[in-house]
């Protein structure tokens, strides 16, 4: 794909758009009002707004290698923050896919070098379940699985942040745990009870 065929690409796009709408960007240009914040992969597989069938204005996305939410990531937790407070979405979504590149690299023994402490975070995950996944000797099986627990450990993570605590005990907002499966091209609902995950967690991360 050239530079060239991007702005081509996009003039068709505008074009398209204002034959059905002239006034399309226009409104686009008034504000957002999102009720999903997605936190997926940036893997250019899995592109989020078009698996989701979602339309401009309807998603706040966040992306980054193996869909991690870091309390030391500046970047997610701000997006968090604005989504949540400012946005007001209802459903935040990790989504995690099958085929990652950043959970496989994460099972692997190699130095990364910079990357190395954004994959030690995966191997954190790996370690917590480590009893579950010793288990499976399929290795294709495993790493599927580490891509779910991956997804359940990602929406724990934004479960510590105090300003998801407060929404989701006011039941302004509900997480949901997916995983896109990239042979099919269907998103899976992990079906994660996150009451439950939640009145464990509050022993040890309760922040109000
Ligand atoms: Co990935």
Redesign the pocket.
């Known amino acids: 794909m050239n530079i060239e065929k991007i702005f081509e690409n996009n003039r068709k796009w505008v074009m398209e758009k204002l034959s059905k709408d002239d006034e399309y960007f226009e409104k686009l240009a008034i504000g957002q009002s999102p009720e999903v914040l997605y936190i ?4 250019s597989r ?1 592109t989020a707004e078009k698996l989701m069938g979602a339309k401009p204005g309807e998603v706040f996305v966040y992306r980054n ?3 991690m939410v870091s309390s030391l990531d500046f970047s997610a937790m701000s997006v968090i923050q604005y989504a949540v407070q400012q946005l007001k979405v209802k459903h935040i979504v990790v989504v ?2 099958y ?5 496989k690299a994460a099972m692997k023994s190699k130095d990364y070098g910079i990357l190395n402490p954004w994959f030690r975070t995966i191997r954190d995950v790996y370690r917590h379940y480590e009893d579950e996944l010793e288990l499976i000797v399929d290795e294709k099986e495993k790493y599927d699985r580490l ?1 779910e627990l991956n997804v359940k450990e990602q929406c724990i993570n934004v479960l510590k942040t105090s300003i998801v605590q407060k929404a989701y005990r006011k039941k302004e907002v509900k997480i949901h745990s997916w995983v896109w499966d990239i042979h099919s091209g269907r998103l899976i609902d992990l079906g994660i009870d996150f009451d439950k995950v939640l009145e464990h967690l509050m022993k040890v991360y309760h922040l109000d």
Request: aromatic share 0%.
């Open positions: 997926g992969c940036s893997d899995v290698i193996a869909n995690g896919h085929q990652c590149g950043g959970v891509v």
